[in-house]
């Protein structure tokens, strides 16, 4: 059987795939397989090579149950390993709950989240907030699949970022929290300094640095004990006309029919920052404002971690690149130039530019 991933960059070829209902029957697929190299899957949105396998794969999107507990003035969830995030925030949100951190996207399992430290909003990834996993795994004295529950100590924390390697999550226990209200504007900044000590201020800030144009856009967030704003639902169809589609179907459209450069680079300088309002400040849901429809074009999407200190240096260098890639400048400076032939990633420059 052959999968791909989201992004199309990883295709593999397993033996048997199965999409079990419970966790008895993931039980029986494990004593099955024994000795095999077995993978389990979630929405396969990764890009990286940790959801490639060979052997037997599982699918746990039939176990997607979700129990809510109050926990004093908070929440305890414990959701099935194959549940979407989108259908977690739609039932939590029910009960007046949402979770504390969200990725751009609602898309991925809870496992598959939680086993690559999915994060986004707010200072800690989702696996943060994760107090139990149950799994199955091999029992290494008898050969036989057993179900385990870790609640405390390193082997909670491995769990917590496993990439898949440390059994075959089945449920997850993650604390929430009450739904919340996110005021938001957008605002524009030529330094990167002003960008950051915006972050006081606005804690659930997130910003762009707009190539070709090489200002910062960002959107100014912060908890707002506010209701919601009459327009939000009027920002929310903005937000997917403008940058969840029309920017894409622009560009793509440029790319691809057009196939201009010029006209790219122009696009970010002038027609697409002509269409971000400033400063229109909105109140929404937490869960409907702190997402994006992200995933309507197929894209390999990939996350860094840079120290605040070195920020400052890797923007430049990626600013460097996309100049050369673009067409704009043919080299890199000395400095940038070096740290790519470091990397062994001359070719890979030269092949961005072709
Ligand atoms: C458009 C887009 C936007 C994204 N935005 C963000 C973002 O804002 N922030 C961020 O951090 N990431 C982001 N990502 C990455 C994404 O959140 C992660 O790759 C996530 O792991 C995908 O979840 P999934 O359910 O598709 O898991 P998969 O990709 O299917 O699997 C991921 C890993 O989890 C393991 N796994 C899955 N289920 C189980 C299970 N039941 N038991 C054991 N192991 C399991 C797999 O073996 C694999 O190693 C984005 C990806 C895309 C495509």
Redesign the pocket.
């Known amino acids: 059987v052959q999968h791909k ?3 199309r960059n990883q295709v593999f070829q397993t033996s048997a795939a199965y999409t079990p209902a419970d966790e008895r029957e993931v039980l029986q697929i494990l004593d099955r397989h024994r000795g095999q190299r077995i ?9 990286s090579e ?2 490639l396998g060979d052997g037997v794969l599982l699918d ?1 999107r039939r176990l997607n149950d979700i129990r809510l507990q109050p926990d004093g003035d908070q929440f305890v969830a414990t959701v099935g ?1 194959g549940c979407q995030i989108k259908r977690l925030l739609k039932e939590l949100d029910r009960d007046g709950a949402t979770l504390h951190s969200l ?3 609602t898309e ?2 809870i ?3 939680i ?6 909003s707010g200072r800690h990834s989702m696996s943060h907030y994760v107090v139990g996993v149950r799994l199955a795994r091999y029992d290494a004295s008898t050969g036989r699949a057993f179900i385990e529950e870790l609640s405390a100590g390193e082997q909670l924390q491995a769990a917590r970022c ?3 390697s440390l059994g ?2 089945l449920s997850v226990k993650l604390r929430c929290r009450a739904q919340y209200n996110v005021q938001e504007h957008f605002t524009e900044s030529r330094r990167l300094s002003n960008v950051l000590d915006a972050e006081t201020p606005f804690p659930l800030q997130q910003f762009y640095l707009i190539p070709w144009r090489w200002s910062y856009f960002s959107q100014h967030r912060r908890e707002d004990a506010r209701p919601r704003s009459r327009l939000a639902k009027l920002y929310r169809l903005y937000w997917l006309g403008v940058m969840d589609y029309g920017m894409h179907l622009l560009l793509l459209s440029l790319k691809r029919v057009l196939r201009s450069r010029r006209l790219i680079r122009l696009a970010f300088r002038r027609i697409i920052p002509a269409f971000l309002i400033r400063n229109w400040k909105v109140t929404d849901r937490s869960s409907s404002m702190l997402v994006m429809k ?2 309507a074009f197929r ?1 390999i ?1 990939i ?1 860094l971690f840079v120290p605040r200190d070195q920020l400052e240096a890797a923007l430049g260098f990626a600013q460097e690149v996309i100049k050369v890639a673009g067409g704009r400048e043919s080299t890199l400076s000395a400095y940038n130039q070096r740290q790519i032939e470091e990397l062994g990633m001359q070719d890979d420059l030269a092949g961005l530019h072709d």
């Open positions: 991933n989201f992004g993978r389990a899957i979630g929405r396969l949105h990764s890009w940790a959801v746990l390993a990725g751009l996207i991925q399992t496992a598959g989240a086993s690559t430290g999915t994060h986004g496993s990439l898949g075959i999550i992200h995933e894209h999407e996350e």
